[in-house]
Nanobody, 124 residues
């Protein structure tokens, strides 16, 4: 069965950094799939953060995180990472990873499997 498991969340001060991991099983990311990172804060809609495609490793970012976040993969570990730098209080949310078939998209219906999420809290 397909499973996605996020880890690496926690509490950090504004200006700090965290690295999130998305460990995949039941499929191989390198075989024509895309992985997206999303986040959801209390009372707000789930929004796309970053995505990566297996074909050429191209990436796509939300305007709010460009220059601060980076998405990359380790094919040997079947894992996708989200490096978050210069964190701000408005980055506080539950972060999810998801599998998709289309690239460069933050449309929720384009993703068919989701992880359970990991909490990121940024204090001021």
């Amino acid at each position: 069965e397909v499973q996605l498991v996020e880890s690496g969340g926690g509490l950090v001060q504004a200006g700090g950094s965290l690295r999130l991991s998305c460990a995949a099983s039941g499929f191989t990311f390198d075989d024509d799939y895309a992985i997206g990172w999303f986040r959801q804060a209390p009372g707000k809609e789930r929004e796309g953060v970053a995505c990566i495609e297996s074909g050429d490793g191209s990436t796509y970012y939300a305007d709010s995180v460009k220059g601060r976040f980076a998405i990359y993969s380790d094919d040997a570990k079947n894992t996708v990472y989200l490096q978050m730098n210069d964190l701000k209080p408005e980055d506080t949310a539950v972060y999810y990873c998801a599998r998709g078939y289309y690239y460069h998209t933050f449309t929720l219906s384009d993703y068919d499997y989701w992880g359970q999420g990991t909490q990121v809290t940024v204090s001021s």
